[in-house]
């Protein structure tokens, strides 16, 4: 389910983890946490079509998978705050648009 080359995979309301050792990783569930978050203020299904827009915009622009992805507004938020571990109990709705 967890594609090559990445470990964890959020897909509401789930979380897909590529080795169950995984769910002691406090900082990983934080940050698939936060996409919850971001699916759920989305509305889910709009989420991942943004996130897919975002993500060509970003190839075309970078033209690196690597960059692209870590600079898709989703990921930024995530990445920024997943050592915050009490992120998520004052983050203002659709944060993630700081991010774009």
Not at 51 to 79: M, P
């Amino acid at each position: 389910m967890v594609p090559k080359g990445y470990v964890g995979i959020t897909l509401y309301p789930f979380i897909f983890l590529k080795r169950k050792s995984l769910k002691q990783d406090s900082l990983l569930i934080n940050h698939e946490k936060i996409h919850l978050r971001q699916q759920r203020e989305l509305f889910i299904l709009p989420f991942f079509i943004l996130y897919g827009i975002e993500f060509l915009f970003r190839l075309i622009q970078y033209r690196d998978w690597k960059l692209a992805y870590f600079a898709i507004s989703f990921e930024r938020e995530a990445y920024t705050n997943q050592h915050d571990l009490n992120f998520l109990e004052k983050r203002q709705f659709w944060n993630f648009i700081y991010y774009f």
